[in-house]
């Protein structure tokens, strides 16, 4: 025992170099939770529609058409990301910025359309859903049409925020189940690297409405309101944070947490896309299966070609996708609304807190719901709904990258560089198809 004042005898382990930490074990959650709106907007885009969209465009173009997902990688991140630094910077979504410094005319117009295309897509996904369901378990599919519809509201209005996010980000794992389905089918792998690597146009109407088709779902217009409205929402979830325009420290890194988070979820989103496309062109092209108009029709035709198994791992896929896809749908309607109209909005309000919010989300997911009750075949206006999106997106995506640009929205933090001109690489990318579609039809 030492007296006070007096030194201790020296221990000779004192000089060790102190024990490295142990490291941490592998954790797939602790990844996930690393990531935050990219990975949930890439993911949701591949939803059941997209999935017939890509079905069909497989089925009828076979290999040929894989070129469109190594355009569209870079094209659709550096948007994406434009979307995610507007509303990290500003504190606001699209919606709010363009009703704070835009006519209103302008911002109803692009809520409204966005609001339609939105509400067909929720009612084409719950369809495709229902009639997966019914292909694995009967039944029938009006009673998992409501089902699936009443609790993707549900529970974004009544489910915590942060365990609402975390489910969402665990839904993402149902999107291997594509890259699960090439292993039964037959592909063709140099024909496959030749269509992504060395792109066969043809000139008609058909092969350019299908471009647009493929565009307008990948380069969605509800991706830019949803993902800027969720890094908005992130502010107001964690109070460390703040608009970057008010508290410009720690920038740098914020810009760099959005890249990787955008770039890591667009990728992981054209890689599924392009894996169903093979799959399509694979087992249904090459044995002449090409009139393929919905996500379910793809699951039923792999049964015979690839067998029970690729059917089970399809359907699932289509189920889990939309549970995905459909919370986003509703939500990025809510959000352009609720933003236009200076609402109380966001996910982490109370319903008490936000009603109006709440109310256009539960009105967007029950029009999706009825629409499957009334003559309109959702499937049949879901090909339209994404040329729809695919033309809605021209004049978004223009907005967006001028309001990228003004000091009064951006402060300090304006879009420039390389980011810029690939924004508008991507804008000009679609202009042109909607264009090329457009000349295709007058021929």
């Given amino acids: 025992m030492t007296r006070q004042g007096t030194i201790p005898p020296h221990d000779k382990h004192d000089d060790a170099p102190a024990a490295k930490p142990r490291r941490q074990p592998f954790r797939f959650s602790r990844v996930l939770e690393t990531l935050g709106p990219g990975l949930i907007t890439g993911a949701s885009d591949d939803d059941p529609s997209g999935i017939g969209t890509y079905s069909q465009a497989g089925a009828q173009l076979g290999y040929g058409i894989?070129?469109?997902?190594?355009?569209?990688?870079?094209?659709?991140?550096?948007?994406?990301?434009?979307?995610?630094?507007?509303?990290?910077?500003?504190?606001?979504?699209?919606?709010?910025?363009?009703?704070?410094?835009?006519?209103?005319?302008?911002?109803?117009?692009?809520?409204?359309?966005?609001?339609?295309?939105?509400?067909?897509?929720?009612?084409?996904?719950?369809?495709?859903?229902?009639?997966?369901t019914k292909l694995l378990i009967g039944g029938p599919a009006i009673l998992y049409v409501v089902l699936f519809g009443v609790t993707s509201v549900a529970a974004q209005i009544f489910m915590n925020y942060r365990r609402y996010v975390a489910i969402l980000k665990w839904l993402t794992l149902s999107l291997f189940a594509y890259v699960a389905a090439l292993a039964f089918a037959k592909v063709s792998w140099m024909e496959a690297l030749a269509g992504v690597l060395l792109?066969?146009?043809?000139?008609?109407?058909?092969?350019?409405?299908?471009?647009?088709?493929?565009?307008g779902t990948t380069i969605s217009p509800y991706l830019f309101f949803w993902q800027a409205s969720q890094e908005a929402e992130e502010q107001r979830v964690d109070v460390t944070k703040h608009p970057l325009i008010e508290r410009h420290y720690g920038a740098r890194r914020e810009f760099s947490r959005i890249r990787a988070d955008t770039i890591t979820g667009m990728a992981f989103s054209n890689l599924i896309a392009l894996s169903i496309i093979v799959t399509a062109a694979a087992s249904l092209h090459a044995t002449g299966k090409t009139d393929i108009q919905t996500?379910?029709?793809?699951a039923e035709a792999l049964r015979p070609i690839a067998g029970p198994f690729a059917e089970v791992i399809f359907a699932l896929g289509i189920v889990g996708t939309g549970l995905l896809a459909i919370p986003v749908l509703a939500g990025a309607t809510a959000y352009a609304v609720g933003e236009g109209r200076?609402?109380?909005?966001?996910?982490?309000?109370?319903?008490?807190?936000?009603?109006?919010?709440?109310?256009?989300?539960?009105?967007?997911?029950?029009?999706?719901?009825?629409?499957?009750?009334?003559?309109?075949?959702?499937?049949?206006?879901?090909?339209?709904?994404?040329?729809?999106?695919?033309?809605?997106?021209?004049?978004?995506?223009?907005?967006?990258?001028?309001?990228?640009?003004?000091?009064?929205?951006?402060?300090?933090?304006v879009v420039g560089g390389w980011l810029y001109w690939l924004g508008w690489l991507s804008t000009g990318a679609m202009a042109l198809s909607v264009i090329a579609m457009g000349i295709g039809f007058l021929l």
């Fill in 295 to 298: 996500s379910a029709q793809a």
């Fill in 342 to 413: 200076r609402w109380r909005v966001g996910l982490t309000r109370r319903p008490k807190e936000a009603i109006a919010f709440y109310s256009v989300l539960a009105l967007s997911g029950g029009i999706g719901i009825a629409l499957n009750f009334t003559p309109i075949d959702p499937i049949a206006a879901l090909y339209w709904s994404a040329v729809v999106n695919g033309v809605l997106a021209v004049p978004v995506m223009v907005l967006l990258m001028f309001m990228a640009r003004r000091r009064d929205v951006m402060d300090r933090f």
């Fill in 66 to 132: 894989g070129w469109t997902m190594l355009l569209t990688f870079p094209l659709m991140s550096a948007i994406q990301e434009i979307s995610a630094r507007v509303g990290r910077i500003t504190g606001h979504g699209i919606a709010g910025n363009v009703c704070r410094h835009y006519p209103g005319w302008l911002l109803a117009v692009v809520v409204a359309l966005l609001s339609i295309a939105n509400t067909i897509n929720i009612a084409a996904d719950l369809s495709a859903m229902a009639d997966a």
């Fill in 199 to 215: 792109p066969r146009i043809s000139w008609s109407a058909d092969y350019f409405t299908t471009i647009v088709a493929i565009l």
